[in-house]
């Protein structure tokens, strides 16, 4: 569900997103890796990942920024609002058996009024490790 388009009057530095709990799958790993052309088997093959020192398959770190950036996209009230976003990637995203989870809250640290924009910073931690690191979002508000 989209939000109305977020105004420079109704934010705030300071104000909080989330905290939100986004939920990963193995499904969600094949259909990604269909769509984006990744068919890494880190991704998908729990074996070869292990064989490979990883703790079991991990999501595609961009499948983790795109998760992350459509909860700033929600908040903004459209996805075309968020005009810069950038990130580091920290640690992998685990995706046992069950499914994994990634945790996202973002601060609102700056608001120019005059461009009307905001940029907002993100944390993404998954099974409590940060996953992304310097995690940026601006966004153009109305």
Known sequence: MTVAVRTVAQTTVGETIGPLTLSV??????AYAGASGDQNPIHQDEAFAKSVGLPDVIAHGM??????GSVVEEWAGDGGRVVEFGTRFTKPVVVPQGGGEVEVTGVVKAVDEDAKRATVELTATSEGAKVLGRCIAVVQLD
């Open 25 to 30: 799958a193995r499904e969600t790993l094949v």
């Open 63 to 68: 499948w983790t920024m795109g998760a992350v």
